[in-house]
């Protein structure tokens, strides 16, 4: 679906960005997700050991098994494409619940194939971006709104919570459901995933008429915590890819990918329930 609906509000609203990239970083946000950098660099340098799988995936759709991923696409780009990929087979986890599927579903097949995974993947989403129900061991094609939220019990330690959701954090919205009513039900260990986030930084200008909201919830979730956190930053793919230090790990891959254009750019944001 791509059709647009408006919204009335009482006040004008100037969206624009108020830190990060060219303006002054939000220093509570950097320091709250640089904290664990030691951690983002020990992952990479695991995704590195898969860069010969990485390698077989296709750069161009393959028009005769358009299942599979490839690294040209619209909507996962490629820090993106290897922290999911990465995660699931250095990880082998159980379940994978995606709320939004597309291309992230195929790179998480494309895992669990290469690696034998014994992971169960189940599609929580009205209308995928793509046909990607064969590839579900599970699909729910209804709103999150419209799903019994106790399906998220399920997940235990080591499990995964993909969400790549409207972006939206208004009254019964998807997003709102899923920080207010599912992330306080996730036992420890479930890792969760966001996608679209820019964090520390802001939203870019090239997107503030898009109007998305939901990286602010999840900013406020990070500054609340205190000294005993509910969540731990795991993998901040924007945050990596704004950093030479980490982003050079990942030299071995980038000389595989680079010759197709694929660049290291990411909006892949994983925590982890503590």
């Known amino acids: 679906m791509s059709s647009l609906y408006p919204i009335y509000v009482n006040y004008p609203i ?20 640089n904290g664990n950098r030691s951690s983002y660099a020990e992952q990479l340098r695991s995704f590195v050991k898969l860069r010969g799988q990485f390698a077989s995936i296709g750069l161009d759709q393959d028009v005769l098994n ?5 690294w040209r696409n619209e909507w996962f780009s ?13 990880t082998d986890p159980a379940r994978y619940y995606e709320i939004g599927s597309g291309y992230s579903t195929k790179f998480a097949k494309r895992a669990a194939v290469d690696h034998g995974l014994r992971t169960s993947i189940v599609s929580i989403d009205p209308f995928p971006r ?5 590839l579900c061991d599970d699909v729910i094609r209804k709103p999150l709104e419209n799903t019994d939220i106790s399906l998220f019990e399920e997940l235990e330690a080591g499990d995964i919570l ?3 959701s409207s972006h939206y954090v208004f009254q019964n919205s998807d997003a709102n459901i899923v920080f207010l009513e599912i992330m ?7 890792r969760i995933h966001f996608h679209d986030i ?12 898009r109007f998305y909201n939901e990286q602010y919830m999840l900013a406020a979730y990070l500054l609340a915590q205190g000294a005993n956190p509910a969540f731990r930053v795991t993998f901040p793919s924007h945050f990596i890819s704004q950093d030479a ?18 660049s290291m750019s990411g909006g892949s944001f994983w925590l982890s329930k503590n």
């Open 14 to 33: 100037v969206p624009k960005p108020r830190f990060g990239g060219e303006l002054p970083r939000h220093t509570p946000l950097y320091d709250a997700i």
């Open 66 to 70: 358009p299942q599979q991923p490839s």
């Open 78 to 90: 490629g820090l993106d494409a290897i922290s999911l990929y990465g995660l699931l087979a250095t």
């Open 130 to 134: 793509d046909e990607i129900d064969e």
């Open 162 to 164: 993909f969400v790549d």
């Open 184 to 190: 306080p039900r996730l036992k420890p260990g479930v």
């Open 198 to 209: 820019f964090l520390p930084d802001d939203y870019p200008a090239s997107w503030s008429h």
């Open 245 to 262: 230090e980490l982003l050079s790990i990942l030299q071995p891959i980038e000389e595989e990918l680079r010759p197709g254009g694929i």
